[in-house]
């Protein structure tokens, strides 16, 4: 088809920006990570004292979007995470962030997202979905090697107990929570090696296509 459009959600860590960036450079779309707007608005909050219960303090730091440069490492930090997890059940802050979505979705051509609500709200009519997954452990595990080779050193249950935490506030918000669509394929990456959930990744698409 002329256009294709990819949608990729799945909880953290579980391979699924690996997977939408090999996606993008297989079939040469532009790849969003739709995550980033939600870690940039979380980082401006945190870097200007931001209130991170105040939905318009929130919706308010999405005109700053541009002043965050995404190769930010702080992005990427357990804390602005977090935050992101906790700002983003805002109905308001998501509106917000809707449109931007939307306009690379639409994109001629096509494109690729990743996210939690990619395949449910922000690219229902997307031609291929995946819903990427894998165990807490597994995800907990990949987690800490990350941070180690960022020089971060953290304990394995501290790790496990802030995935499950982020699972649970994002599977269970009232607006567009984390949740496979009904038409999106289920890959579990848990006994993958990267080069393999690729691969798995590719063969569900080409089916789609
Ligand atoms: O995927 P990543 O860990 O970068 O996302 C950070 C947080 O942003 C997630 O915990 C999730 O709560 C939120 N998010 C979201 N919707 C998206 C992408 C991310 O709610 N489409």
Redesign the pocket.
């Known amino acids: 088809s002329r256009s294709t459009l990819i949608a990729v959600?799945g909880p953290?860590?579980s391979g699924?920006?690996t997977i939408a960036r090999a996606l993008a450079a297989h079939y040469g779309l532009p790849h969003m990570?739709?995550?980033?707007?939600?870690?940039s608005v979380?980082l401006t909050l945190v870097r200007f004292g931001g209130d991170f219960d105040n939905e318009f303090e929130a919706v308010r730091a999405v005109a700053q979007l541009g002043q965050v440069d995404p190769a930010d490492p702080e992005?990427?930090s357990e804390v602005v995470?977090?935050v992101?997890?906790?700002i983003?059940?805002f109905p308001m802050l998501?509106a917000a962030l809707f449109d931007r979505?939307r306009a690379f979705a639409g994109q001629d051509g096509g494109a690729v997202?990743?996210?939690?609500?990619?395949g449910t709200v922000?690219a229902p009519e997307a031609s291929a979905k995946l819903y990427v997954t894998a165990s807490p452990e597994a995800r907990a595990q990949r987690r800490l090697a990350e941070l180690e080779a960022r020089g971060i050193s953290v304990h394995y249950a501290e790790v496990l107990a802030d995935i499950h935490a982020?699972d649970e506030?994002?599977s269970h918000?009232d607006f567009?929570p984390?949740a496979r669509a009904a038409d999106a394929d289920l890959l579990d990456t848990s006994d993958l090696t990267v080069d393999e959930a690729i691969a798995a990744a590719l063969a569900l698409v080409e089916a789609r296509l």
Request: hydrophobic content about 35%; aromatic content about 2%; proline content about 0%.
């Open positions: 959600d953290a860590a699924k920006g990570d739709t995550g980033v707007l939600y870690r979380a992005l990427r995470g977090g992101a997890s906790r983003s059940a998501r979505q997202l990743d996210g939690r609500d990619i922000i982020r506030r994002d918000r567009a984390l």
